[in-house]
């Protein structure tokens, strides 16, 4: 089993929709997770970061995290095409110190 | 502010030649370093990460090193290059507990012929 899966996609979305975007993990001893978004060609770009179970909102992005059936995801609502973009998912063990563990990401295409 | 650079920027090298890569940090101290490689249509792999000067823990046996000289300056080296080696190099800082966000620098393209 992976440590960190994700849906690679593509996703597609029209403009203005919500985009959903999900990530499990395998270690219940996971403690911090992370959402970046990646452009093409770009190094990864952090949006948003969720430490406890619940939602977490910051403008048009929630992450959401329950670490019972150790899942985590991303919701971006009212999408715009400059949303078209990698979003990976990363996943902090205890056991690996300070290292993040990612997965393969999951690319987003919104139309417009 | 804090600000991560790196270079050089793209990188083509043969097979067999040395290769060193540069990562510098400003605007933090002692932050926690890290050297991830993302071959194409692969996802990260972490390489190396260091909490404090000369101090690396390795993540894959392979050909390639890290070193950290100074606080703020993570090298990334190889005595021979390989074909596989070819991919997009990302340094990452982070400023340690408790929240662990790791911040990821432009990158350095490098291509093996």
């Known amino acids: 089993q992976k440590e960190v899966e994700q849906n690679s996609g593509p996703l597609s979305v029209p403009e203005g929709a919500i985009a959903s975007l999900n990530c499990t993990y395998s270690?219940?001893?996971?403690?911090?997770f992370f959402w970046y978004r990646q452009y093409s060609g770009k190094s990864p770009e952090l949006i948003m970061s969720i430490y406890s179970n619940g939602d977490k909102e910051d403008g048009r992005f929630t992450a959401q995290l329950n670490k019972a059936s150790q899942y985590v995801s991303l919701l971006i609502r009212d999408s715009q095409p400059s949303d078209s973009a990698t979003y990976l998912c990363?996943?902090?063990?205890?056991?690996?110190?300070?290292?993040?563990?990612f997965g393969k990401g999951t690319t987003l295409s919104v139309s417009s | 502010s804090q600000t991560i650079h790196q270079w050089p920027a793209t990188l083509v090298q043969p097979v067999g030649s040395p290769l060193s890569l540069e990562c510098t940090v400003e605007g933090t101290s002692n932050p926690n370093l890290y050297w991830y490689r993302q071959a194409a249509g692969r996802g990260l792999q972490l390489l190396f990460y260091?909490?404090?000067?000369?101090?690396i823990s390795s993540e894959v046996p392979q050909n390639l090193s890290a070193s950290r000289p100074q606080d703020r300056q993570f090298i990334l080296s190889s005595k021979k290059l390989l074909l596989s080696d070819s991919g997009f190099y990302l340094c990452?800082?982070?400023?340690?507990?408790?929240?662990?966000?790791?911040?990821f620098g432009p990158g350095t393209r490098l291509t093996v012929t």
């Open positions: 990363a996943v902090r063990r205890v056991q690996a110190g300070t290292a993040l563990i």
């Open positions: 270690d219940r001893g996971s403690q911090s």
């Open positions: 260091s909490v404090g000067i000369g101090q």
């Open positions: 990452a800082w982070s400023p340690g507990g408790p929240t662990y966000e790791q911040y």
